[in-house]
DNA sequence: GGAATGATGTACT
DNA sequence: GTACATCATTCCG
């Protein structure tokens, strides 16, 4: 019996999901950015699904453009866009056959490398280091030369823990002003690192 | 506690 | 010119 629980990489089947679905799956997975002898681990404890058809609030709904390329790409492609002309977010496309979908993460509960990421942050509360997509990118060290790539190959990319199970709350997108009557957003019950 | 505000790249009217 | 999948700071109660 062991009292650490086997993790393991997320291969391309489970990026496979519908958008939703997936979104909802990444609650309770871990993002592991490797930055040379730095390993920066978050647990994902928020994410938004954004769709293609029928949803306005997501970048894809005016069709592809160079900005948002990444999203047309293949399952388990990584999308990076800068938001507000400031700050970063990232996300985990999920298109298919043109179709440009991805699952934005919206917040990690820091579990690696904390250190690292309130120096990256320059703040020194667990709580304020992941607690909303801009700051999670800034705090590992992700940027836009990433967009483009792949969660399946490379420094950047997705865990699961053997066994581990997550009790997900879903409820309405926040920070759009369309097709906020879609509830695509998803948080891990009860946690303290949500960034509202 | 909450509301208002400034910073500012990309895409669209 | 305006809107936007944001954040930190500044004001007010």
Same mark, same amino acid.
Do not use: H
């Given at each position: 019996m062991s009292e650490v629980s086997a993790r393991s990489r997320l291969g391309s089947d489970f990026f496979a999901a519908e958008t939703a679905v997936l979104a909802r799956g990444l609650i309770g997975t871990?993002?592991?950015h490797e930055l040379g002898e730095q390993r920066l681990v978050g647990r994902?404890?928020?994410?938004?699904?954004? #769709?293609?058809? !029928?949803?306005?609030a997501s970048h894809s709904a005016? %069709?592809?453009?160079?900005?948002?390329?990444?999203?047309?790409?293949?399952?388990?492609?990584?999308?990076?866009y800068l938001s507000y002309g400031l700050h970063h977010c990232l996300n985990v496309v999920t298109a298919r056959e043109g179709v440009g979908e991805a699952v934005l993460i919206r917040a990690l509960?820091?579990?690696e490398g904390l250190e690292e990421m309130g120096a990256r942050r320059a703040v020194?509360?667990?709580?304020? #280091?992941?607690? !909303?997509?801009?700051?999670?990118?800034?705090?590992? %060290?992700?940027?836009r030369e990433q967009d483009g790539g792949s969660f399946?190959?490379?420094?950047?990319?997705?865990?699961?823990?053997?066994?581990?199970h997550f009790k997900v709350n879903a409820g309405p997108r926040i920070g759009i002003s369309?097709?906020?009557?879609?509830?695509?957003?998803?948080t891990l019950a009860g946690s303290p690192f949500?960034?509202?």
């Open positions: 871990l993002l592991v994902i404890v928020e994410t938004e699904a954004y #769709l293609s058809e !029928g949803d306005p005016a %069709g592809k453009t160079a900005r948002n390329a990444s999203m047309f790409g293949s399952p388990g492609d990584i999308y990076v509960e820091p579990i020194d509360s667990p709580r304020a #280091l992941c607690s !909303g997509p801009g700051k999670l990118v800034q705090a590992l %060290g992700i940027s399946l190959a490379g420094s950047l990319y997705l865990e699961s823990e053997a066994g581990a369309k097709a906020t009557e879609l509830e695509l957003r998803f949500l960034s509202r």
